[in-house]
C-alpha cells in the first residue's frame, strides 16, 4: 500500500471564507535565504523519498538567474544548495545558456523533469532529467524563441508527453496566451493547439493581459486541475494574480472551467513590495487528494505557501467560471 503523502497544511484561519488562504509564516524562503542570493522565487517543489526536493529561481547580487536543487523534510524549512545546477549532456550537446529561471519539476514514469526558461537568444524552454536532484542532464530546448511557462504534465497523454506554454517576445511580453505541445520523445515538439486566451477586460480584467501556465496539472475526478497567473496592465504596471482551470483529462486543449474571480492576489506586504511588486505566481502544487498547497513567488523576492481543499477549489471554478 502506498503511503499517503503529508503536505505542508495550515488549516483556514478563524473567520476567513476565502477559497485559498496564505500561510502565517510566509514567506517560507526569504530572499538572503543562502549567501549569494539576491532574491529566491518563482521555484518548484514535488515528493522526494522521505521528504521533498526542489529547483529554485536564485538571483544573485549581480543578478544573474539561474536554478539551484535543495532538499527539505516538511516542504516547509528548505536546504538550499549554495551554487546552481551544473548540467551534463542528456540527448543534446547544446547546454550552453544565458540564464535559466522559473523552473517547474514533474515526476513522470522514472524519473524527474525539469522545465524552465532557458536563454537561447532570447527566451525560449528548457528540459532536464533527474533521477537524484544531484545529476541534472540537460536536453534539447523544447521550442524557437521566444516562449516561456513551460509546464509539463505528470503523465504522457494519448502516448505523448504534453506540455503547456506561453509564447512571447523578448521582453516584458505585453501579451500570452496559454497552448498545449506534444512530444513522442520529449526532445522534438508539435501538434501546438490554443488552450486558454486572455479574458476581456470587462469580463475580468486581471487576466486581461497575458496569462500563463503555472503549476503542473492534478488529475483529479473533474479534470486536469492547474493553477495559473493572469496580468492586468495598470497605471503602475502589471499585476499578477492567480487563477485555476480545469482540462479535460483526454483531450487538455479543452478548457471545462475556468476561473472568473481570481483565487489570489497581491494582498501581503511581501507579495505588494519588492524587486516587482504586486506579484502572486504559482509554480508548484502538492495535493494528497483532499488539500492542497500552492508554492508561488511573492514580488519577484520571496516564496509563499497558500492552502486550500481540492472538491472547494473544482466547486469555485464551476460556480465562478468565465464564460467559454
Not at 15 to 44: K, L, Q, T, V
Request: glycine share 8%.
Amino acid at each position: 500500500m502506498n503511503k499517503k503523502l503529508i503536505i505542508p497544511w495550515s488549516e483556514r484561519p478563524a473567520g476567513d471564507n476565502s477559497i485559498m488562504w496564505r500561510y502565517a509564516e510566509n514567506p517560507i524562503i526569504g530572499r538572503y535565504h543562502i549567501p549569494a542570493s539576491n532574491s529566491i522565487f518563482n521555484s518548484a517543489v514535488v515528493p522526494f523519498k522521505d521528504g521533498f526536493a526542489g529547483v529554485f529561481r536564485c538571483d544573485n547580487k549581480a543578478v544573474q538567474m539561474n536554478i539551484f536543487a535543495g532538499f527539505s523534510s516538511d516542504g516547509i524549512h528548505w536546504e538550499i544548495n549554495h551554487e546552481p545546477i551544473q548540467m551534463k549532456a542528456g540527448n543534446t550537446d547544446m547546454i550552453d545558456s544565458d540564464y535559466k529561471y522559473d523552473p517547474r519539476v514533474t515526476f513522470i514514469e522514472d524519473r524527474y523533469w525539469v522545465t524552465w526558461c532557458n536563454g537561447y537568444h532570447g527566451p525560449t524552454i528548457g528540459i532536464a532529467y533527474t533521477f537524484d536532484f544531484v545529476s541534472f542532464y540537460q536536453c534539447e530546448n523544447a521550442f524557437l524563441p521566444f516562449n516561456r511557462n513551460g509546464v509539463l504534465f505528470p503523465e504522457k497523454i494519448n502516448g505523448k508527453y504534453c506540455m503547456l506554454s506561453r509564447p512571447s517576445d523578448n521582453g516584458h511580453t505585453p501579451f500570452g496566451d496559454i497552448y498545449l505541445s506534444y512530444s513522442p520523445d520529449m526532445k522534438y515538439w508539435g501538434e501546438h493547439r490554443c488552450v486558454m486566451k486572455v479574458a476581456d477586460f470587462k469580463d475580468s480584467a486581471w487576466q486581461c493581459t497575458k496569462i500563463g501556465a503555472g503549476t503542473v496539472p492534478i488529475r483529479t475526478d473533474e479534470g486536469w486541475l492547474m493553477f495559473y497567473h493572469g496580468v492586468i496592465n495598470t497605471c503602475n504596471g502589471f499585476r499578477y494574480s492567480m487563477g485555476a482551470a480545469l482540462l479535460d483529462l483526454r483531450n487538455p486543449a479543452k478548457v471545462l472551467y475556468r476561473s472568473q474571480p481570481y483565487l489570489l492576489a497581491p494582498a501581503a506586504p511581501y507579495e505588494l513590495a519588492g524587486d516587482v511588486p504586486n506579484v502572486v505566481f504559482p509554480c508548484a502544487a502538492l495535493s494528497d487528494g483532499e488539500k492542497i498547497a500552492v508554492y508561488y513567488g511573492a514580488a519577484d523576492t520571496v516564496v509563499g505557501l497558500a492552502f486550500g481543499y481540492l472538491d472547494e477549489i473544482i466547486d469555485f471554478l464551476k460556480n465562478n467560471s468565465l464564460l467559454l
